[in-house]
């Protein structure tokens, strides 16, 4: 079993930054990759960013050249640096763990999810 816990959400006005971050815990050898998926208000939920155990970053590109995802696999923590933020980025950001092919990410486990809220 695979804990995840976000933190580093909140109210930032467009053009700030904020840095999300997710400790995990439990069985984590298995999986070879984590990403972080955000859901919007009345909006499917989408992958915004996701990283192997390898350092192989994939971004969503409504996010490309903003928004930097990193680990600390010595710590167990993924992180989302999130810059020039906009409105429509204001979502509930979740942190998960997964199996990467190369081409899919698939998410095994999820954090309980962390607010972001960028005002205009």
């Known amino acids: 079993q695979v804990q995840l816990v976000e933190s580093g959400g909140g109210l930032v006005q467009a053009g700030g930054s904020l840095r999300l971050s997710c400790a995990a815990s439990?069985?984590?050898?298995?999986?070879?990759?984590m990403g972080w998926y955000r859901q919007a208000p009345g909006k499917q939920r989408e992958l915004v960013a996701r990283?192997?155990?390898?350092?192989?970053?994939n971004y969503a590109d409504s996010v490309k050249g903003r928004f930097t995802i990193s680990r600390d696999n010595a710590k167990n923590t993924l992180f989302l640096l999130m810059n020039s933020l906009k409105p429509e980025d204001t979502a509930v950001y979740y942190c998960?763990?997964?199996?990467?092919?190369?081409?899919?990410?698939?998410?095994?486990?999820w954090g309980q999810g962390t607010q972001v809220t960028v005002s205009s």
């Open positions: 998960t763990a997964g199996l990467d092919s190369g081409s899919y990410y698939s998410p095994h486990y």
């Open positions: 990283i192997t155990s390898s350092g192989s970053t």
């Open positions: 439990g069985s984590i050898f298995s999986l070879n990759a």
